[in-house]
Each structure stands twice: as structure tokens, then as C-alpha cells.
């Protein structure tokens, strides 16, 4: 499955002289209590490139999406939401870096048990590469997420592909048009 460019490019994101300070922040904080934890065996760099890159995948969504705001500073069950904040509007942000063609969950406990608990609507499936640019893959209803992981030859993987045909699942351009009818569904009516 090809990945559907956003538009949208977050560049200044990778360089801390030209990150928001506040940007610069939320990865240090977070990359230092991953690094503290005892079941990690990941070397530092590896644990900061790849907090750059989740925030900065959630980041180029709210470019994108600018209905959307980032829940910044504690843990949330999600990444994103509708500033509307009804229902239908929470969306888990996954910046996917192990395959170009497949959805790979890995370390997903938390959003399952989000999932399971109401708490999350969506996940959106993202790549951010080092140079910025932000693509979509595919945004999947979260509560019947978990019913298409499938054990495969070589690993778990997400099968996008049935979950399109149950109508689960948006692929690529699909995926894009299904957040603008979430946002059409729910914009504001009054101010």
C-alpha cells in the first residue's frame, strides 16, 4: 500500500536550534524517563530519534488537520483531538518506520487498553522521515483494531487490507477524506 503524502513538512522539528523550545522539551522529557527504564535496550539516540519522530508525526497531523490539537505535557490515551472534543474526534498518532507496505503494531499495550476502555476512537497510521516530510498511510477504528492483527510469517502485522473491506480501515487518500468528514461531522455550528 502506497503512503499518501500530506503536504505537510516538519523539517525544523529535527534540528533543536530551530525546534520550538517547548518541542525541544517534551522529546528531552520524554526520551529521558524511556531511557531510565529498566526493560530498555535501546542506546539514547535511537530512544530520541524516535520520540522526535512520533512528535513530529502528531505535529504535521495538526499542520494538516489544524482542527486538531496535540494533548501536550501528561499521558493521554491519545495523541490528537477534535478541538470540539465530541466523540469520534481521538485519535492515536503511530509514526510506523518498520515497513514501507505492512502496519507492524509494536508496543500498542497501552492503546489497546485505551481502545477497550472508550477512550481512543481512531489510530492513524503516519511516516515522518528525517527529512520532514509527513505521508499517510491508513486511520483505523480503534475499538476493532485489534481483531485484524494477525500472526504472520514474520511478524505481527495489522491486516489493513480486510479491515478496508469491513469498512474498519482507510487507506492512503481514503484516509485523508475520512478525517475531513470527522471534522465536517463534528464543526461547530455556533460561536
Not at 28 to 34: D, G, K, M, N, V
Request: with cysteine; net charge positive.
Amino acid at each position: 500500500m502506497d503512503l499518501f503524502p500530506l503536504g505537510v513538512n516538519v523539517k525544523n522539528l529535527f534540528h533543536p536550534k530551530k525546534a520550538p523550545e517547548q518541542f525541544v522539551n517534551e522529546v528531552s522529557q520524554l526520551a529521558l524517563r524511556l531511557s531510565n527504564n529498566p526493560k530498555e535496550t535501546r542506546h539514547i539516540d535511537k530512544i530520541v530519534k524516535s520520540t522526535i519522530l512520533g512528535f513530529a508525526a502528531e505535529e504535521a497531523f495538526v499542520i494538516k488537520f489544524p482542527q486538531f490539537v496535540r494533548k501536550r505535557g501528561q499521558f493521554f490515551d491519545y495523541d490528537v483531538s477534535s478541538l470540539t472534543g465530541y466523540e469520534g474526534t481521538r485519535i492515536e498518532i503511530k509514526n510506523d518506520l518498520t515497513s514501507s507496505k505492512w502496519w507492524i503494531p509494536k508496543n500498542y499495550g497501552n492503546f489497546y487498553r485505551a481502545a477497550s476502555e472508550g477512550k481512543v476512537d481512531y489510530i492513524c497510521n503516519m511516516m515522518v522521515e528525517e527529512t520532514g516530510k509527513a505521508k499517510i498511510r491508513a486511520l483505523a477504528n480503534a475499538r476493532s483494531f485489534e481483531r485484524y492483527v494477525t500472526d504472520g510469517p514474520y511478524n505481527t502485522y495489522y491486516n489493513q487490507f480486510h479491515a478496508e473491506t469491513d469498512g474498519e480501515c482507510w487507506l492512503g487518500k481514503a484516509a485523508i477524506d475520512r478525517v475531513k468528514k470527522i471534522v465536517a461531522d463534528n464543526a461547530w455550528e455556533t460561536f
